[in-house]
């Protein structure tokens, strides 16, 4: 069974940034897609961002240029450097982890809150 744990959120200034951490447990990491998802009240979870096995990453339009994600294969852990925040940025956000041979995110972390003033 997987298990994600995430640390990293809080509350910054519009301009700063964050990193936000995941850690991979139970299965073998090298084998998932990994995830970064945020949600507000009232609105659907949306993507963000993923990174593949071999580090080939997408970012929402709405990140891209701002956000960028790496893993540490030795350390089990992906990383979600949040630079130059925003306000709309607020959310709770969430590491997912699909199997390489699926196409829905099936384990989730417990989320992490990030709250952005201007």
């Known amino acids: 069974q997987v298990q994600l744990v995430e640390s990293g959120g809080g509350s910054v200034q519009a301009g700063d940034s964050l990193r936000l951490s995941c850690v991979f447990y139970?299965?073998?990491?090298?084998?998932?897609?990994m995830g970064w998802f945020r949600q507000v009240p009232g609105k659907e979870r949306e993507l963000v961002a993923q990174?593949?096995?071999?580090?080939?990453?997408y970012e929402a339009d709405s990140v891209k240029g701002r956000f960028t994600q790496s893993r540490d294969h030795a350390k089990n852990t992906v990383y979600l450097q949040m630079n130059s925040l925003r306000p709309e940025d607020t959310a709770i956000y969430y590491c997912?982890?699909?199997?390489?041979?699926?196409?829905?995110?099936?384990?989730w972390g417990q989320g992490t809150r990030v709250t952005v003033s201007s």
């Open positions: 997912a982890a699909k199997h390489t041979t699926t196409s829905e995110f099936a384990y």
């Open positions: 139970g299965q073998t990491f090298a084998l998932y897609v």
């Open positions: 990174i593949t096995s071999g580090s080939s990453t």
